[in-house]
């Protein structure tokens, strides 16, 4: 007698690994905070192989202070403002590639100013059970505007361009956070890495004209881009 078996599909149970079951920041908690870094660099007769006779001084200046709250357990939503500034004055600068290629120039001079603004969501996981210890992963949407001025030579010879820019910036910045108070932490990060949109007009002596757009992804991690900064949890 011919008899049937019939073969039940079982369907694959998801594995509930409990990653984000840990409340390691509890909804409706404030955070405020931000990073601030500086470096500055001088040169005198500097020699560098083809580079030579370099002098000049320059600075860096950025400060980005940012504000969110917690609409979620672990996860926060919130405004990030920057602002960045650039500087390099630059008496004299030559490049020897040689007795027929030989490029001399002076009094180069740059200053530029960028402010930002951004609209962030960042989701915190605790590090096992610790509640000392989390990641956090923070998504940007940013626009900056930036003007600066850079210019060459001097007297008859000078030469001197203004500049305006636009930047569209989306992307991730994951890092690491450290309690060293039960309201304050430690801060460690990477460089947004994303996609990233920019325009720029130039206007050279008064009369010339120019401009460049560019668009960028950049998805690998960049360790000469960490940034340090203190959270406050209110």
């Known amino acids: ?51 030579k006779n370099v002098e ?20 926060s939503a919130g405004f990030r403002f920057g602002y960045n500034r650039t500087y390099l004055d630059m008496a004299n600068f030559e490049l020897n590639l040689g007795e027929d290629f030989n490029i001399s120039l002076k009094d180069l001079y740059y200053l530029e100013h960028q402010y930002e603004v951004s609209g962030f969501l960042r989701t915190y996981m605790p590090i096992g059970r610790s509640k000392i ?42 890092g690491l956070t450290a309690f060293v108070t039960d309201w304050s932490a430690v801060e460690v990060s990477v460089g947004v890495m994303g996609y990233n949109f920019k325009w720029q007009n130039q206007k050279t002596n008064q009369i010339e004209t120019g401009m460049r757009r560019t668009s960028s992804g950049n998805f690998k991690i960049n360790l000469f881009s960490i940034n340090i900064g203190m959270t406050f949890y209110l």
Not at 56 to 74: A, R
Not at 134 to 139: I, P, R
Not at 155 to 172: A, K
Request: glycine content about 14%; overall charge neutral.
């Open 56 to 75: 000049g001084l320059g600075y860096t200046f950025n400060v980005s202070p940012y504000i969110g709250y917690f609409f979620k357990d672990n996860v």
């Open 1 to 51: 007698m011919p008899s049937s078996f019939h073969k039940k599909r079982v369907r694959p149970q998801r594995i509930d690994r409990g990653i984000m079951q840990s409340v390691f920041i509890p909804k409706g908690q404030w955070m405020a905070g931000g990073t601030v870094s500086y470096s500055e660099h001088e040169e005198n007769n500097l020699n560098f192989l083809v580079i």
């Open 133 to 174: 210890f989390g990641l956090f992963n923070e998504v940007r949407l940013t626009y900056g505007y930036g003007v600066g001025k850079n210019s060459t030579g001097s007297g008859t010879e000078y030469d001197g361009t203004f500049e305006t820019s636009h930047n569209l910036q989306i992307g991730i910045a994951p």
